[in-house]
């Protein structure tokens, strides 16, 4: 069967070329897709200009029959104010008075027999109103200051047209007609006045459009006044001088049509317009460009729904046939790709489960160095306490390098989040002054350091030895980064963050920014500056924790660290820390060693610790402090002893246990049976913090030295159980 599953098929397999297929598809997919809309976008466009031929042709024939109607009734004005004046002869203001009553009736009814005037009137040579249809006797009226009355004897023997009025004789809304009065020698002897109603016209054009809003029509002055207009103008104003229209109307240009946005209500509409006669007057009609476009665009959409549906249908279809197409090649090609898929996929599972196994091997590791850590110090502190025995020399030098050691454990366990921190309220002012010492240590004297901190720094909450440590590895690399000397600053400030970015939420933070003129970072190294174990210094000279361990500080704090860099030109480090708004009180700016504990009194302690070297070095240096020590290696055994009756001082519990119960589950049993038992943990891990604060315990950081357990049993009060 091997050999049968190894050979070559005997029949060749047939070609089939997926690849031509597929690109026949795609081009009756790129058809389908443009033919339609060339065609729906060739319709659309006739259509559109279709539409404007249509609305040209309607305003066109409204014209005609606005000026068909206001020729017959300026020639029936002109008629009737005919009439008058051969009626009136060569009368003068006096004779015209003298016979009012006569003249009154005779205009009174002239003016009944037609709906659009307003009015009759007669005015004398000074303008004073003689005889009018609407009154009698006459009020003491006079026209002389009006623009119409001196103009009619100019114009005569044609009627001049006034602008729009909303007259004192009249008392109505009006334009009127007036014609010159002149004596057969030559005298001016008056002007005979006839009103129309604006509304009169309006209400034509309202039947004529047949209240169409997109419609208007208008009578104008030759000068482009209004004299009637639909719709109307709450204040008739004339159109501006230069625009298409009043130019038009300027040069006596009988018929026309112009594309223009109105100066009265600023609309753009096709306008058409006509001379009345031989008047200087023009009508015009006009159609909203706006309300061709939403009609076109109504219809337009229609007839896109309509021709997207079959469409859809074939793009469908041409969707499926490629799917199809796409699963008979992978099938196809099965066997000839799928020991490259297999392979690719197993060394993509692979380099996942290594880097998500990186961290927690990291954090193992220096959890397990710490705890072999803790039992050198506490030895080493045992030799200490015990003058040495002629080996002062070499304790020391092992103790310098626990330290050392136990600074790489907690870096390493910073840089995979799960170092315990000690958040604390810091007023950084003061407590960058008094590392200042420290930091130009750490640069050398070759470089010259200043510090610049705004005095209304916020108050920030964070680990102070983890800022410590963070500000430490950046002037290290800040040194590395000038060997021949340079300058390092470190600016402390107040900033506001307005809208989240490069990580960060809106809010207060307080920026520390660590600048140097070294040798910068290329793009490259600055993307994987904050990468664990990214290094560029020659082997043996750097861990590649440094920065890695300065972002792991911020983040943890609720803040985040970025770099500006360029090659030759320096670097910056800026770490943001949140403001701190709470009532805690601040720690000490002193960034010197532990503060040695007053001895604490001799107790009876519990030592629950699974390690026996660990608990071995704990309980010896118990011993040296005065204290009497029980050991036990689970929770579960020391349990029964304080159920079986055994009281103690003081219980210093590990974490992580063997047997069903951990650390903290043994805290909370003690905690929920015996509530005055004084009780705290101890471990390596940050992820055991939360738990444990929940639970009220106080917590130990491996790894930890005896001033601090000494500290924490001077804190405790003698305790006995009933």
């Known amino acids: 069967m091997a050999a049968d599953q190894n050979s070559e098929p005997d029949v060749p397999l047939p070609s089939r070329n997926f690849e031509l297929t597929r690109r026949v598809l795609a081009v009756v997919l790129v058809l389908s897709v443009f033919v339609p809309l060339g065609c729906v976008a060739g319709y659309g466009y006739f259509d559109y200009q279709r539409r404007i031929v249509d609305a040209s042709d309607i305003v066109d024939r409204m014209t005609r029959v606005a000026q068909e109607h206001a020729l017959k009734v300026a020639d029936m004005n002109h008629e009737i104010g005919t009439r008058i004046v051969e009626l009136l002869d060569n009368d003068d203001d006096a004779e015209v008075n003298r016979h009012e009553d006569r003249v009154h009736s005779r205009l009174n009814t002239i003016a009944a027999d037609y709906p659009q005037l307003a009015a009759i009137s007669v005015f ?27 103009a009619a004897l100019a114009s005569a023997p044609a009627p001049y047209f006034s602008r729009p009025l909303s007259g004192t004789v009249m008392q109505s ?46 009578l104008y002055r030759q000068d482009g006044t209004i004299l009637a207009r639909l719709p109307d103008v709450q204040a008739l104003s004339s159109p501006a001088p230069d625009t298409p229209f009043t130019t038009a109307l300027a040069s006596a240009v009988q018929v026309g049509r112009v594309n223009m946005i109105s100066t009265v209500d600023g609309i753009e509409r096709i306008l058409s317009f006509r001379r009345v006669g031989r008047y200087p007057l023009y009508v015009a009609s006009g159609y909203a460009t706006t309300a061709i476009l939403d009609q076109w665009r109504k219809h337009f959409t229609v007839v896109a729904m309509l021709t997207l549906a079959p469409c859809i249908g074939l793009w469908a279809l041409i969707f499926f046939s490629l799917r199809q197409l796409r699963a008979e090649e992978a099938a196809w090609n099965h066997w000839k790709n799928e020991w490259v898929r297999r392979a690719s996929a197993e060394a993509s599972s692979r380099q996942l489960r290594r880097m998500g196994a990186l961290g927690n091997l990291v954090a193992r590791v220096a959890h397990d160095f710490n705890n072999l850590l803790m039992v050198v110090a506490a030895n ?183 770099i500006e860099s360029e090659s030759a030109k320096g670097t910056t480090l800026r770490l943001f820390f949140p403001r701190y708004q709470g009532t805690e009180s601040l720690v000490e700016p002193a960034l010197g060693g532990p503060v040695a504990a007053a001895a604490p009194k001799p107790q009876h302690v519990f030592v629950v610790e699974d390690n026996l070297e660990v608990a071995a070095g704990i309980c010896a240096v118990l011993e040296v402090l005065g204290c009497t020590v029980r050991h036990a290696m689970r929770a579960d055994e020391a349990l029964e002893v304080l159920i079986g009756g055994a009281a103690f001082e003081f219980i210093l519990s590990d974490v992580h246990l063997p047997g069903k119960m951990s650390g903290i589950d043994f805290a909370e049993q003690v905690r929920s049976r015996w509530p005055a038992q004084k009780f705290a943990l101890m471990t390596g891990y940050a992820d055991d913090l939360e738990r444990a604060k929940l639970a009220g315990v106080t917590v130990l950081a491996k790894p930890f030295n005896i001033d601090e357990l000494s500290l924490l049993l001077s804190d405790t009060a003698t305790f006995a159980r009933p």
Not at 178 to 202: E, H, P, T
Not at 402 to 429: C, F, I, N, Y
Not at 527 to 546: Q, Y
Request: proline letters at 4%; hydrophobic letters at 45%.
């Open 124 to 150: 004398g040579t000074n303008g004073d109103l003689l005889a009018s249809s609407r009154f009698f006797p006459a009020p003491p009226i006079s026209i002389a200051g009006r623009e119409d009355f001196r």
């Open 173 to 218: 809304d009006i334009f009127t007609t007036n014609m010159a009065r002149i004596a057969s020698d030559g005298d001016f002897l008056g002007v005979v006045s006839i009103a129309l109603k604006r509304q009169y016209f309006s209400e034509f054009y309202a039947d004529l459009t047949n209240t169409n809003p997109a419609l208007l029509v208008g």
């Open 380 to 562: 080493m502190e045992l030799a200490t306490r015990k003058n040495y025995t002629n080996v002062e020399r070499q304790v020391t030098a092992v103790k310098r390098a626990t330290v050392g050691a136990q600074e790489l454990a907690r870096r390493l366990m910073s840089v995979a989040r799960k170092q315990p921190l000690k958040h604390e309220v810091v007023d950084l002012p003061a407590w960058l002054a008094s590392a200042c010492s420290i930091i130009g240590t750490a640069l050398t004297e070759k470089i010259d350091f200043t510090l610049d901190v705004a005095p209304d720094t916020w108050l920030v909450k964070v680990d102070v030895t983890e800022l410590e440590s963070a500000i430490l590895n950046i002037a290290v690399n800040a040194r590395d980064a000038m060997p021949d000397g340079g300058h390092f600053s470190v600016r402390c400030a107040n900033v506001r963050i307005a809208e989240s970015r490069h990580g960060l939420q809106a809010g207060e933070y307080v920026s520390i920014a660590l600048s140097d003129d070294g040798h910068g970072m290329p793009p490259a190294v600055k993307e994987h500056a904050f990468e664990p174990l990214f290094t560029t210094k020659a082997l043996g000279a750097g861990t590649g924790l440094g920065l890695a361990q300065v972002l792991a500080t911020c983040e943890q704090s609720g803040g985040t660290a970025m």
